[in-house]
């Protein structure tokens, strides 16, 4: 087990220095180079990089990016939190539950739970506090429903898991409708709990002319995710194509429909996109070299050596290796962690007995819970900058609804059915 302790070692050092992630795993990469003995030729690692990203499935990246951020600037966001307060903002509490409908809708556009806090916190959070709503609940609020988004098609962290361990993204997808269907319903139970404590009464009313206009405007943005899940489940087009035809298709209407970007906005729109998918293939890049020297050094086979007692108890494999997501995904990024650790877990769950396709699915969903949690939870940070507070008390508003969100991870754990005969029906 030396070349563990050598790479999470390496980790361990790095990473509370505040050296970014992906140069942190580059530094992993070399040490255990050093370890297997190439250290000489560095060419190897940068070829490994080059290698691990140039994979037809990672190219959906880049175009959902660019689609959630013209989505964003775009009025595409807009337009779904006020189709979601029209849907179900009539009752109390009502700007809370449409918070978590935007959530889901949003989700089948984005496929990100930082773009997503970040399109829908933008909107919501200040219109919450205008309405009287306690900050921190609903900053937590908002937060917790963006981790919705990787668990809807389409799915950034399902895309990247699909790449490093050559499972289907397309039956992923599938399987993950239902569970980010069940997450939604949870988060407006644990939220009507609260509407009652914190006494909230308002409701909103449209008028007959208003609720129309809305419905129109928003009809176009709703399509999108039908187009988009429908594309994929009938073979018309794979996740990457689904990715560039989503760019076209957000492009047409928020440039030609809604007119609401213009041309210094799409050259703002494209160089925000660049920038996130820059850090993002980086990280990709550098997590892949680590990943083959992971590979070369036999450490997923030593790890079923080590979880070899649990193979023939799958139920306790899986709670075993949930709990460790669970602290990993609470100091580590999520995409890292999929890299790392998709290669190492996948084949001991193979071993199991265990569908990988609803391991793939459990998997993002625990690491996408990290997003939320701190001391690393980006979703936090991002929350705490649109809401100007400080991150005890976006955890505090959280934290109700983190312990749904893991509630519901332990029932999808202990009742696989619930993702497995769905995705049977979806795919």
Do not use: H
């Not at 939190?81 to 109390?92: E, P, Q, Y």
């Not at 980010?180 to 509407?195: D, E, H, P, R, S």
């Amino acid at each position: 087990m030396t070349p563990v302790y050598i790479f999470l070692g390496t980790l361990a050092v790095t990473l509370p220095l505040g050296i970014p992630i992906g140069f942190a795993l580059f530094v992993c990469a070399y040490v255990l180079m050093i370890y297997l003995g190439s250290s000489g030729n560095l060419n190897l690692l940068a070829q490994s990089m080059i290698a691990g990203t140039n994979n037809f499935s990672l190219m959906a990246i880049p175009f959902f990016m660019l689609a959630g951020e013209v989505m964003s600037k775009g009025g595409l966001s807009r337009r779904i939190v006020d189709f979601a307060n029209l849907t179900i903002g009539r009752i109390r509490g009502g700007l809370g539950y449409a918070a978590v409908l935007a959530s889901m809708i949003f989700a089948g556009l984005s496929g990100s739970a930082v773009a997503d806090a970040a399109a829908l916190g933008g909107i919501l959070i200040p219109l919450m506090r205008q309405n009287g709503y306690n900050t921190d609940r609903s900053t937590g609020l908002v937060c917790a429903g963006s981790v919705i988004a990787p668990i809807i098609p389409p799915s950034i962290p399902m895309i990247v898991l699909g790449a490093a361990v050559t499972q289907s993204v397309g039956k992923m997808f599938m399987a993950g409708i239902f569970p980010g269907i069940l997450l939604g319903i949870a988060l407006m139970a644990t939220w009507k709990i609260y509407v009652k404590k914190d006494g909230y009464n308002d409701t909103r009313t449209y008028t007959k002319e208003e609720a129309r206009r809305i419905l129109k405007d928003s009809i176009p943005a709703l399509i999108m995710p039908v187009i988009i899940v429908g594309g994929i489940r009938g073979g018309i087009f794979t996740p990457t194509e689904a990715g560039a035809f989503a760019v076209v298709y957000a492009l047409l209407i928020a440039l030609l429909l809604y007119k609401e970007l213009d041309f210094r906005g799409l050259v703002e729109v494209c160089v925000d996109a660049t920038k996130s998918t820059g850090v993002v293939m980086f990280v990709v890049a550098a997590a892949m070299a680590a990943g083959w020297l992971v590979t070369m050094a036999q450490i997923p086979a030593k790890f079923v050596v080590l979880l070899s007692p649990l193979v023939k108890r799958p139920l306790i494999l899986m709670l075993t290796i949930n709990v460790f997501l669970l602290v990993m995904g609470m100091v580590m990024d999520l995409t890292p962690n999929l890299l790392i650790f998709g290669p190492i877990l996948f084949p001991v769950i193979i071993a199991a007995g265990i569908d990988p396709t609803y391991f793939g699915v459990i998997m993002v969903l625990n690491l996408t819970i990290g997003l939320i949690t701190p001391p690393v939870g980006t979703v936090l940070y991002l929350g705490c900058g649109i809401s100007n507070i400080r991150l005890p008390e976006v955890v505090k508003g959280v934290m109700p609804f983190l312990i749904a969100e893991i509630i519901m991870l332990l029932l999808f754990i202990f009742v696989p059915q619930l993702v497995t005969f769905p995705l049977k029906l979806f795919y």
